[in-house]
């Protein structure tokens, strides 16, 4: 996960940022989580499923095709193949989360209803305005009191390198599995700011 990206945009709530951290990290605040749009944009924590409709169909727009998804079909909205599409977004597996502020005809400008974490319309989570309430919260929390940073070098380091596992998807060693979990475990350092 880009717990070290986030750090760097997050770290000016702790006493003592770097000029990096004083450069960016102005750009979260509760009112814009840029951050957390970002990694919930790689990072999607579920997806959903929806029940087909009679005469309804799914359309292809490259090829303009119509297949049926009436009754008895179940569709499976998957949020991180269109948050990893890049169709919908330019430098689609870096971590930016500047593209949340971009102006309408800027080139990381999200498109509209490309972020689905939440899903959207009838059928949109009704506890987001909640959860994203407790992820800024937990986040400032954090990030005002811990330094955290990945530690796989230190792992690789110590193991016995036949062991050693180096697989990554997307870039990212801590890909997600299962329930939205990194895979394995992720290595971490944490140290605590002194106030």
Not at 125 to 135: D, F, T
Request: aromatic residues 8%.
């Amino acid at each position: 996960l880009p717990y070290t990206a986030a750090s760097m945009y997050i770290a000016p709530l702790s006493p003592t940022p770097s000029e990096d951290h004083q450069r960016h990290g102005r750009q979260l605040t509760l009112e814009n989580p840029t951050v957390i749009k970002e990694s919930m944009r790689l990072f999607p924590a579920a997806s959903t499923t929806r029940s087909g409709e009679p005469s309804f169909t799914i359309s292809d727009p490259r090829t303009g095709l119509h297949y049926p998804a009436g009754p008895g079909t179940l569709i499976w909205l998957v949020s991180h193949a269109c948050q990893h599409d890049p169709a919908f977004w330019p430098r689609v597996d870096e971590f930016l989360p500047e593209r949340w502020l971009a102006k309408e005809g800027e080139e990381l400008c999200p498109q509209p209803g490309a972020w689905r974490p939440f899903e959207q319309g009838p059928r949109a989570c009704i506890g987001k305005n909640l959860a994203m309430i407790e992820l800024k919260i937990v986040l400032c929390l954090v990030a005002r009191r811990f330094d955290i940073s990945t530690a796989y070098e230190e792992l690789d380091a110590g193991m016995n390198p036949k062991r050693v596992v180096k697989k990554a998807v997307d870039g990212e060693r801590a890909y997600q599995v299962g329930k939205g979990e990194p895979s394995g475990f992720l290595p971490c350092r944490v140290r605590e700011f002194k106030v």
